[in-house]
């Protein structure tokens, strides 16, 4: 669960930022919520560019062969025919 969420990822990178740079000068918790929000920002920049390379291909693949996509959307079970 911690994994496939993201947040083992974050603390793990939170833990990495604390020992290269020490301890901040400034409030603790700010530093950490700082540092999760941006690895999260990251994340959803990484799935959703791995959203669009996935509508891009099932365009291509329509645009290729449209008798067959047409076909596998209306009926799932043709296209593995």
């Not at 930022?17 to 409030?27: A, F, H, I, Q, R």
């Not at 994340?43 to 891009?56: F, I, N, P, T, V």
């Amino acid at each position: 669960m911690l994994k496939s969420s993201g947040i083992l990822d974050a603390y793990q990178g939170l833990l990495v930022s604390l020992c290269k740079y020490g301890l901040p000068t400034e409030d603790l918790y700010e530093f950490s919520a700082l540092t999760v929000l941006k690895h999260e920002k990251k994340l959803k920049a990484q799935k959703k560019k791995e959203l669009e390379e996935r509508l891009k291909k099932r365009n291509d693949e329509k645009q290729l062969n449209p008798i067959r996509a047409r076909a596998a959307s209306n009926n799932p079970g043709a296209a593995a025919a």
